[in-house]
């Protein structure tokens, strides 16, 4: 399979010491119609871990090595924006509970049943787009924040402070003339069709705005 149902560049990664329940997750996701590919340790994960893949972490809490726990936090660092799944055993949940107070989506407790898993997993595949959306979303946006001039990022903070013209005028020493033709070419640049949606922009551009 080339990638998650309807979403191609998705992928599921199983990252678990044992091989019969690495084995039955691949093939329980396989035939759902995931792609997926699976790992014996963190450290086999490691190797071909980059932040461009794309999809979800499915994590054993506790594996010879380092654990799951240990990879969860190491992704942590290096701001992987993967959603992670844990599978647990029944003496390991107070771990993956605290786990989730970290940031991981939820965990799931050994023996579970396939639905509950594939629940999980469209879960996190949901989560993942959304997120990737959003970071997309903040690079245009700033990017387009680099192309406005001086002044018109003033007349721009001063709008989203919620200043009319006139205020905008008195504070920059100019005329409302000369802001109103600011503030058209800030709308241009920016793509926005009405303050509304220029306000949605800043926002969304700003540091942490998709965490």
């Known amino acids: 399979m080339s990638g998650s149902p309807g979403v191609p560049d998705q992928k599921i990664y199983i990252v678990d010491d044992d091989e019969a329940l690495r084995d039955s997750l691949v093939w329980l996701l396989e035939s759902n119609g995931y792609a997926v590919a699976s790992y014996e340790s963190a450290a086999s994960f490691l190797e071909i871990y980059d932040a461009s893949l794309t999809g979800c972490l499915?994590?054993?809490?506790?594996?010879?090595g380092m654990s799951g726990l240990e990879l969860f936090e190491e992704l942590k660092r290096r701001r992987s924006p993967l959603p992670v799944i844990f599978i647990t055993g029944h003496g390991d949940v107070p771990m993956a509970v605290s786990a989730v107070k970290k940031g991981a989506v939820d965990f799931i407790e050994k023996p579970f049943g396939d639905r509950d898993m594939l629940a999980l997993i469209e879960q996190c595949l949901a989560?993942?787009?959304?997120?990737?959306?959003?970071r997309r979303l903040?690079?245009?946006?700033?990017r387009r924040l680099a192309h406005l001039t001086h002044r018109e990022r003033e007349v721009l903070d001063l709008i989203i402070g919620g200043k009319l013209n006139k205020q905008i005028a008195d504070v920059l020493g100019i005329s409302i003339k000369t802001v109103e033709v600011h503030r058209a070419r800030v709308m241009e640049k920016m793509g926005a069709n009405s303050l509304a949606e220029l306000v949605q922009q800043v926002i969304?551009?700003?540091p942490g705005a998709s965490h």
């Open 58 to 64: 499915v994590l054993d809490v506790r594996m010879p």
């Open 127 to 134: 989560a993942e787009r959304e997120n990737r959306i959003k």
């Open 138 to 142: 903040e690079t245009e946006v700033a």
């Open 204 to 206: 969304a551009a700003e």
